[in-house]
């Protein structure tokens, strides 16, 4: 203990300024990065409400509403509305019940269930283009397996994502393939932590287990079912990978769901206007689900810290 | 636990066969496929036996395609570049900008920095579209759009609030007392960030940071809407590879192997925090 | 000199609030240089808080901290010279115990040899040089403990802050540290301020304590002071083992003075305080100002013996009263006691404590003698 003593608070003050603004300077790139975003973001709001096309250049001027007007009479719009609909609940609806359905299987912590869940998660971790890609090699009419199985199964002329009747089925079974296994992932983690007493004392008292699931851990994994159920459905009502590589929005408009439809209205009919009115609406359908979806996000983040 | 009857326990197993058959086939079959030829893939009934060939490998690495009309330029290794280094300098970009101010937002909490890391998160949720399209335009005037800068700096939409929220859960669970007692010990705000609270935190930042990695490789649209042909990644090259290739089934399923192997690998490897990155940090594995 | 610049440290009406409670409502005292103030209170008293407010690694809303008479108002916690050690020790779990100590002054000591001498003497005197090289993990909760203590010492702050550092260690090694530390504190000559929750600790290491409750300062005094005549009833009920004995009494007033009855004797309070009859107030004693007595003692009290407890040192006895109160009595072991049956106790007058029942505030006694009821 040779060390000289420093007269305390010599050298204050020097760092008082730095001390009260480093937060601050320390979050400006992610400010930045904010509002890098919010800048085109706003530029799309102003599109929305221009008369904007890239091969009439001349004709660009503000219409205010006009484009969403159009809409209400537009049978295009609500073909895209609809298909987006019927895409995130169909996707949803069945992910939710399969996701549960595996984590409710896998919820023992043995060696190979863990083994199971992580390999289960190899789809999740596949780009959905390529996804997309893969199950339209399977799905081939000239040589895809599962063509072959449908057909040797007594179904003919079975043609997957090329026939309107069967494209969105098709596109489905690829979001299902890879996206179950976010839903139960996050169910099982959910399953796994739930306190064991409640089931350890309806065991004791035989209770039905129909009952128990009922009645204890459904609604214990409410939160997480929440969760899960909103996370997916923001993603899948935006769903542009799969479709627009399994189909391009195809046969027809069988699957313009909104951004396949905004994307082909910027780029194939140079419509900026139209596409940006599209793209406020789906951000408005977004805005709301996420704001339900933060609260419970952070109710549940609060209960994991 | 329950006692279970054996019928049960049979159904179980029978469920739980099922489950894997159909997750795990889809990418045993493309495996399969990348290792035949066209011939034998066009054969009906498909075969799973066949000799196997690292012809369609050899094609895609070399990047030349032998047929017997002609030669033909494959681009598909420097889109495997691209990938790396898109992937690579996005999850870079992030953490310098994430991990401070996630730690900023952990220790610091004002009206202000809650504001930017919900606006953040929100970006999350929102259409990538809505703010692509106009970047289209914005990255003409601004000379961005055949850079990998200006992709880079996109990705952050994925990347940053990914680093963000899970770096400032980590930061949270370091006891504020450790690093009272390094500052008291006589260092900076800024030495403490560094050798205490970076440090301790290393191992949620490793895993958040390879989790953006993973998110960053595989997104499609960002690349789709802005990279110029020699600018792009793995998913926008696969789709076109496909287009142009026509009928090389063995090279396509080879392609997607490649694609796929590297997220795949670090899935495994990261597969402990998985949870805790797919859910933002809500939930923990 | 200023008188101010003999304080270690002087709080000023130190204020803070976490949305909307007040943790520290108003905190002002001083420390004389070189001697030891001990922050006593309930988890939740607001000692922590203040602990940190000192070190400056949280700001107070309003009020005045000075080091040595320097006014420490924007200072850094890394420029005001103290030395603290935390209750869960907060030792950085990445570095060796020697790079934990080092880390306190590798900043101010440039030569690497005397920062070397200087952590090696600090652990040989908190006797843990042995395990130097371990990471924090590897120790035990005591070596932990000391690495702690250790890394808060070797600086020799002028100030050494001390977070109930004895709180999270086992019952021995606390006896023991509870011996060690004041000789060990008394040697390094600083300023000291102790938290802790444990008054025996609180009357061995204290010049001063302060007893706080719910971010106020309920009474400040010597260790002797604060057990003689607690402020309140909560501070002698805090201090002292086995508890107070307490009583519900309401004083009468009769030709002699005002009196309070207990069993059949009456304790009596001089003319000169103020008129207690009929107010609610609390008696309080000692259990071990109560001893047992013959029963021709007039004025003694008749109880039975409900149970003994033999700890070591002393005996612990339950006996109910005639009335039907509980009291316990407290004794050096090894006297030869009535182990059961009818007994008869009597206590010095002037150790007794009176509070009011409501504000649980202490009510001064002089002269009080006990008689026996006619």
Request: aromatic residues 10%; glycine residues 6%; proline residues 5%.
């Amino acid at each position: 203990m040779t060390v000289e003593n420093d007269l305390p608070g010599v050298r204050r003050r020097r760092i008082k300024v730095g001390r009260r603004v480093l937060p601050y300077i320390l979050s400006l790139p992610a400010l930045l990065v904010c509002i890098g975003i919010l800048v085109p973001f706003v530029t799309a709001a102003i599109y929305s409400l221009q008369r904007y096309r890239l091969s009439q250049p001349w004709a660009r001027k503000f219409n205010w509403g006009e484009n969403y007007l159009n809409f209400l009479s537009d049978p295009d719009f609500w073909n895209t509305l609809k298909v987006s609909l019927v895409y995130a609940g169909t996707t949803v609806t069945l992910e939710l019940m399969l996701g549960l359905g595996i984590a409710l299987l896998l919820q023992r912590r043995t060696r190979f269930n863990n083994f199971v869940s992580i390999m289960l998660l190899m789809p999740l971790m596949t780009a959905p283009v390529l996804a997309a890609l893969m199950w339209k090699l399977m799905t081939n009419s000239g040589f895809g397996i599962l063509s072959y199985l449908v057909s040797s199964v007594g179904i003919q002329d079975f043609r997957w994502a090329s026939s309107p009747d069967t494209a969105l089925l098709t596109v489905v079974l690829v979001d299902i393939w890879v996206y179950t296994p976010f839903i139960m992932i996050l169910l099982l983690a959910g399953l796994r932590s739930l306190p064991s007493q409640p089931f350890e004392a309806a065991a004791l008292d035989g209770v039905p287990r129909t009952f128990v699931f009922w009645k204890i851990t459904l609604p214990m994994l409410m939160p997480y079912i929440l969760t899960a159920t909103l996370f997916r459905l923001l993603d899948s009502i935006q769903q542009f990978d799969i479709i627009y590589a399994m189909t391009q929005g195809g046969p027809g408009d069988t699957l313009t769901v909104f951004q396949v439809e905004a994307y082909l209205n910027f780029f194939q009919s140079t419509n900026i206007g139209r596409s940006a009115a599209l793209m406020m609406i789906l951000w408005a359908i977004t805005f709301v689900l996420s704001n339900i979806f933060i609260k419970n996000w952070l109710k549940l983040r609060e209960r994991a810290n | 636990m329950l006692e279970t009857s054996p019928l049960e326990t049979f159904l179980r197993g029978v469920a739980i066969l099922l489950v894997i058959l159909f997750f795990m086939f889809p990418i045993f079959w493309i495996v399969l496929m990348s290792f035949q030829t066209n011939e034998t893939i066009l054969r009906i009934p498909p075969s799973f036996i066949f000799e196997p060939t690292f012809d369609n490998y050899r094609a895609l690495i070399t990047g030349k395609l032998e047929t017997n009309a002609a030669s033909l330029d494959i681009a598909f290794m420097r889109n495997m570049g691209n990938s790396v280094l898109l992937s690579v300098g996005a999850v870079l970009l992030a953490l310098i900008l994430g991990v401070p101010a996630a730690y900023s937002f952990a220790r610091h909490k004002t009206r202000f920095s809650e504001d930017i890391a919900f606006t953040l998160l929100s970006f999350r949720f929102a259409p990538p579209l809505l703010v692509l399209l106009p970047l289209t335009i914005y990255f003409q005037k601004l000379g961005l759009s055949d850079t990998y800068f200006g992709l880079i700096w996109v990705y952050q939409l994925i990347c940053l609030p990914l680093i963000l929220w899970i770096v400032r859960g980590y930061f949270e669970d370091i006891s504020e007392d450790v690093e009272y007692a390094y500052r008291i010990g006589g260092h900076s705000w800024f030495e403490t960030f560094r050798k205490i609270a970076v440090p301790l935190a290393g191992p949620g930042i490793a895993a958040a940071g390879l989790l953006a990695f993973i998110f960053a490789w595989n997104n499609f649209i960002f690349a789709l809407v802005l990279a110029s042909a020699d600018k792009q990644p793995v998913t926008v090259g696969a789709l076109a590879f496909v287009t142009a290739s026509g009928i090389q089934y063995g090279q396509i399923a080879a392609a997607i192997v490649l694609s796929i192997t590297p997220t795949l690998l670090l899935a495994v490897y990261a597969q402990k925090y998985l949870v805790e990155g797919l859910s933002l940090g809500a939930v923990k594995g | 000199m200023t008188e101010k610049s003999l304080k270690g440290l002087q709080l000023d009406r130190i204020v803070k609030r976490y949305k909307g409670d007040t943790v520290l409502n108003g905190i002002s005292l001083s420390v004389d240089s070189g001697s030891t103030l001990v922050l006593f209170g309930p988890s939740g008293a607001g000692k922590t808080v203040l602990l940190r407010t000192i070190a400056g690694v949280i700001e107070p809303d309003s009020g005045q901290v000075s080091i040595n008479g320097q006014d420490m108002s924007g200072v850094d916690p890394e420029d005001r010279g103290v030395g603290m050690a935390f209750q869960n020790f907060a030792l950085f779990p990445h570095m060796s115990a020697y790079k934990n100590i080092a880390s306190s002054i590798e900043v101010k000591e440039r030569s690497a040899s005397r920062l070397d001498a200087a952590v090696r003497s600090v652990a040989e005197l908190l006797k843990i040089d042995q395990v130097l090289d371990h990471a924090p993990r590897a120790l035990s909760n005591g070596q932990k403990q000391r690495t702690a203590l250790a890394r808060a010492l070797v600086g020799s702050p002028s100030l050494l802050l001390l977070d109930d550092p004895l709180r999270n260690v086992d019952a021995k090694l606390r006896f023991e540290m509870r011996i060690e530390l004041p000789a060990l504190l008394a040697q390094q000559g600083t300023t000291v301020v102790y938290v802790t929750q444990d008054y025996k600790e609180a009357m061995a290491l204290g010049d001063t304590i302060v007893v706080m409750t719910e971010g106020n300062i309920q009474q400040t005094g010597t260790p002797a002071e604060i057990y003689l005549s607690p402020a309140t009833i909560d501070i002698a009920k805090q201090f002292g083992d086995p508890v107070i004995n307490l009583f519900d009494v309401t004083p009468q007033r009769d030709n002699k003075g005002q009196y309070i009855s207990l069993s059949n004797s009456r304790i009596y309070l001089e003319n000169g305080i103020a008129d207690l009859t009929n107010g609610e107030y609390v008696l309080g004693i000692r259990p071990q100002a109560l001893r047992f007595s013959s029963a021709s003692d007039e004025e003694s009290i008749a109880a039975t013996v409900e149970a003994v407890t033999p700890l070591n040192e002393k005996t612990v006895t339950l006996l109910l009263t005639a009335g039907g109160r509980e009291l316990l009595l407290s004794r050096p072991a090894g006297l030869d006691d009535p182990e059961q049956g009818p007994v008869h106790v009597s206590f010095d007058p002037s150790a007794i404590h009176l509070f009011e029942k409501d504000s649980g505030k202490r009510v001064e006694l002089i002269n009080t003698k006990t008689e026996a009821v006619a």
